[in-house]
């Protein structure tokens, strides 16, 4: 056990990565409520002193200026480094804004993140990358998610350039979902999967969409985390602390991973 291991070896240096997502805000303007709610997120994450702090998507109710404004001025109070995802509900051609526009606002409260990138990684220290896929659409509103071509060849170059970095994937919509449900499933998945399977140093896949709660492992020991809706009651978020050994890369198996739901 991991806990075994950390207390008679005394060259093993313990470390630990922290941090706080959130699924499904669905931000409206006319939900008085959810300014409130934020608030008292602002307040948990200053308590718990995470690393970083993720949105997983579906950040606003409806894909229009005034409540992505709104949104980003509820979280604006947040002192710990904060990253966006795109969900299906944010930004779209035909019905709402543009990527590029919804980027825009994002970008101009909030500076980590990448300007008018909907897919990216950052460095939360010197052991990890966190990757931000897009699988949402351009065009027309889908429930579906998708992971085109090009963002799964630009993951691969990066799992390939840090291959001894440990790796934490987030976008919206699970390829493990936490239950049957073709209406908001990921499409075509299969060449995902494939390269999940072909590295080892990749931890985690979290994503929201499902407004339910699971945490589900695969056969290569990645653990696909589901994060509740955070507009549903009890208003809730996940706190994930990854303990591992800083001194020597390690496996999967051997990096103890804790989720703990908090209510706001």
């Not at 948990?44 to 970083?52: A, E, G, I, T």
């Not at 659409?137 to 799992?159: D, M, R, T, V």
């Amino acid at each position: 056990m991991l806990t075994a291991f950390f207390n008679t070896n005394e060259n093993v240096k313990a470390a630990e990565l922290s941090f706080a997502q959130v699924g499904d805000v669905h931000y409206s303007l006319y939900d008085e409520s959810i300014n409130k709610y934020l608030f008292f997120l602002s307040l948990s994450v200053k308590k718990n002193m995470p690393d970083f702090v993720i949105f997983l998507g579906d950040n606003v109710d409806k894909s229009v200026e005034e409540d992505v404004i709104g949104f980003m001025r509820a979280i604006h109070s947040i002192r710990t480094p904060y990253y966006v995802v795109l969900g299906n509900n944010d930004a779209h051609r035909m019905r709402g804004l543009e990527k590029s526009e919804y980027l825009d606002i994002v970008s101009t409260f909030n500076r980590n993140q990448p300007e008018n990138k909907p897919y990216y990684y950052f460095k939360p220290n010197g052991d990890f990358i966190c990757v931000v896929l897009d699988d949402t659409s351009n065009f027309a509103p889908s429930k579906h998610g998708e992971i085109p071509e090009e963002q799964l060849l630009w993951l691969e170059n990066l799992l390939k350039k840090y291959p001894r970095k440990y790796f934490l994937i987030f976008h919206h919509c699970p390829v493990m979902p936490p239950r049957e449900d073709y209406a908001i499933s990921m499409l075509n998945p299969e060449k995902y999967k494939e390269l999940l399977k072909k590295y080892k140093n990749i931890l985690l896949v979290s994503t929201g969409h499902y407004h339910q709660e699971s945490v589900l492992t695969d056969e290569n020991g990645i653990k696909h985390i589901s994060a509740p809706a955070f507009k549903n009651i009890p208003h809730s978020y996940q706190l994930i602390k990854i303990k591992y050994d800083e001194n020597s890369f390690k496996s999967p198996e051997n990096i103890e991973i804790v989720i703990d739901n908090i209510k706001v």
